[in-house]
């Protein structure tokens, strides 16, 4: 889930890491890492090497770093960096294969379902889950890049309207209207399978 992040730490750590403390850098990842793993396993798909993944995010940000202004919360730049290599992977997937829905499997399904689901409903209804899960990341996946950006910052990751207008470098009225037609896109596209 989404956390506040105190810039002026980031910025003693920065500021140390350009003086030559390796640890401050390690201590950036720390405290970072996590929210990369999950920005990374929501936008690509935990089908692909999520580590592998989220290391280049962290190998790009240590070899850019010296270009980052400081004056500027290092956050919305480090996640604008995140969200840049997503892309990159989604395209450099979408070049191998082509990705259609009926290859999620009911595996896969739970493994959503673990990450989504906090409490242990009975059998029934867990299957239940399951299948509105496999359903709900077959329609995440169908959304546009930016669509599906804005789900998974606000509704998944629980970004603040005003965090996502600095990632998005858009006004937070459109990070709203964003939102809202991507939810209004997302609908759709689960209300189509349930009406069959």
């Known amino acids: 889930m989404w956390k506040e992040v105190d810039s002026d730490e980031d910025r003693r750590l920065i500021t140390e890491h350009r003086n030559g403390d390796a640890r401050a850098f390690e201590k950036l990842v720390y405290k970072y890492q996590q929210t990369i ?11 692909n090497d999520v580590e592998d993944v989220a290391q280049k995010i962290f190998t790009k940000i240590y070899f850019s770093i010296q270009k980052f202004d400081e004056r500027r919360p290092f956050f919305p730049w480090l996640y604008r960096i995140a969200i840049n290599q997503c892309y990159d992977e989604l395209r450099r997937i979408r070049r191998r294969r082509v990705h259609t829905f009926s290859e999620l499997s009911i595996e896969d399904a739970a493994h959503i379902e ?3 689901s906090q409490d242990k409903p009975p059998l029934e209804a867990e299957e239940k889950e399951r299948e509105m899960n496999a359903l709900l990341q077959k329609a995440l996946n169908q959304l546009p890049e930016q669509q599906k950006l804005s789900i998974v910052l606000r509704d998944i990751e629980g970004v603040s309207y005003g965090k996502m207008a600095e990632i998005l470098n858009c006004t937070e009225q459109l990070a709203r209207l964003k939102v809202f037609r991507a939810r209004v896109r997302l609908k759709a596209l689960m209300e189509k399978p349930l009406r069959k």
């Open 114 to 116: 673990k990450l989504i």
């Open 37 to 47: 793993l999950n920005l990374v396993y929501h936008y690509v798909g935990y089908g």
